[in-house]
């Protein structure tokens, strides 16, 4: 089945530096790939997501990358401010309803 | 904006007693998830449902797990001998296959 690998586990940037997380998958059928937000004790929030026929997507400070090659895909924050911190997750499905797949979070903590 | 919503927000039960977390997931989605957090761990997958029956289930869900949609807008899962290990917080989602999911505010499940 499919593996979400991700990295880093935490992550601590200054406000107004960039913040990148990074994601591998194994199974090459994936084409749905989402990053979700979660705060503490809430449900996860969706924040980004891509699909397999696009390299790259942005949304104002938040943009995601995906290289279908190499099996992997990236969370570019921007300008990070206080309001970032927290647990993001990325995963992968196959789509057309079929089960996400997360990673294993990585904690984000934007530092005055 | 469409909400999953889920009951109750909090469940203190019992080892071995059975417990029944019930969601009401958006209603023209036509996939139904269960998910389920252990504190500080990633979000894993346990079951989808579609069409009336299960689609696909994990290794977590096994004989004690059971879905149910018992009428047209419910969805529930049922524990029926619960382990102290079963303590997490346990998130429904619904999708409508090529869109997002969309995650209930989850149930926290506590076995004492």
């Known amino acids: 089945g499919e593996n979400v690998e991700q990295h880093p586990s935490t992550l601590s940037v200054q406000e107004g530096d960039s913040a990148v997380i990074k994601c591998t998958y194994s199974d090459s059928a994936s084409n749905y790939f989402p990053w979700y937000k979660q705060e503490l004790g809430k449900r996860p929030q969706l924040i980004i997501d891509?699909?397999?026929?696009?390299g790259e997507k942005k949304d104002q400070r938040i943009a995601v990358t995906l290289n279908k090659t190499a099996k992997h895909f990236s969370l570019h924050i921007t300008e990070t401010q206080p309001e970032d911190s927290a647990v993001y997750f990325c995963a992968a499905s196959i789509g057309g309803g079929n089960k996400l797949t997360f990673g294993t979070g990585t904690q984000l903590k934007v530092e005055l | 904006e469409p909400e999953v919503t889920q009951t109750p927000s909090h469940q203190v039960t019992q080892m071995g007693q059975e417990v029944i977390l019930r969601c009401v997931p958006i209603?023209?989605?036509?996939?139904f998830y269960w998910y389920r957090q252990i504190l500080g761990q990633k979000v894993e997958f346990l079951v989808s449902f579609y069409n009336n029956e299960i689609s696909e289930k994990s290794e977590i869900f096994d004989d004690q797990f059971s879905v149910e949609r018992p009428d047209g807008s419910n969805f529930t899962l049922k524990i029926r001998s619960t382990k102290l290990e079963d303590s997490a917080m346990y998130f429904c989602?619904?999708?409508?296959?090529?869109?997002?999911?969309?995650f209930g505010s989850g149930t926290r499940l506590t076995v004492v």
């Open positions: 209603s023209n989605h036509l996939y």
């Open positions: 989602a619904s999708s409508g296959g090529a869109r997002g999911y969309t």
């Open positions: 891509i699909r397999s026929n696009v």
